[in-house]
């Protein structure tokens, strides 16, 4: 888990999920915090808990630090994270298991000020002087013939545990640093509802262009190649309501600008006959022009043929490559 400090710019969850590499996600709905940092499932999930920005990640990220040699080195999306949210901290945490491998990592405006890994061979990897909140542990230890033991948290107890056995102590104290409560403890419960939007790779989005900055509507993902806007539709149901959103969505992204636009994807979908209406209304006051690509050159032509006898306010017209009506829609805008 990475928690940004109370970060001051805002970044919409779909740049954020750029600027980190993960591009290819799409929304997969919420999920609160308790099952997001449970989960196992291959997903990213992003959400705000006390002003801070929570980030669960599966150690997709964090498992990188997990094999660091320099402990003052900064991976790449913490400097991402340093340079997208200066002067916040940048925290992250992993506890694989009590006995096996935790971490932490503490990054403010690009200065690593904190890592500390240990592993269930009690072996470590330190930079940097311990946080406040590991200083109690360390207040509880004592070196004993050149080991350094640690007692529990009852006054008086016998120093019996060796570091490589406080891996949750030190995670969750560490990660209680903004989120304000002990995730293992029963004072998590005033956080663990809290929503997270979920994220999960999304095999479709392989056809936007590497580095393309996406807008995720109900209806499609879009994104601007040369002026054109390109709307990768998905299967949801087409009803007044999607199409509204998907209309002022388009708006947002283009300005209010008419713009040339090219479907791809999208098979057979419901749709009421209002949302056909309403889109039929809308869709020449947004676009100047309209393409899509399908297989097969009859269907092409059938389909071309049968827009020629119909002409509207809106051209359109059904390409075999992307290259072609891109192409096409250049010139007609």
Known sequence: MIIVERPGPNVDDEQLLHEL???????????????????????????????????????????????????AALL??????????????????????????????LVKDGVKLRYRRIDCDGKALVHGAPLAEEEPIYARSQMIGGVRMFRGEEPGGAYEYTEDQLMEDFTFEVAKRHLGVRLDRDEADAVNDVELHIYRHDPRRKLIPKGMRTWD????TYWMEDGVLVALLNNAERTVSTVTGSIALVKEITGGRRVPVLMLGGGRVESTREAERLSNEQSPLVYSAMAWIRGGWISRWTVNRSFKRTPDALPRRVFGTKEEALAWLRKAR
């Open 21 to 71: 590499g993960f591009a290819s996600f799409a929304s997969l709905g919420t999920e609160t915090l308790e099952g997001a940092v449970e989960s196992r499932n291959a997903f990213i999930g992003i959400g705000r808990c006390n002003g801070h920005l929570i980030i669960t990640e599966g150690h997709k990220l964090t498992e990188k630090l997990e094999r660091t040699k320099d402990p």
């Open 76 to 105: 790449p999306y913490e400097q991402t994270l340093s340079r997208l949210f200066p002067g916040s901290e940048v925290l992250s945490v992993a506890c694989h298991s009590t006995s096996n491998y935790a971490m932490h990592s």
């Open 217 to 220: 509507g109900e209806l499609a």
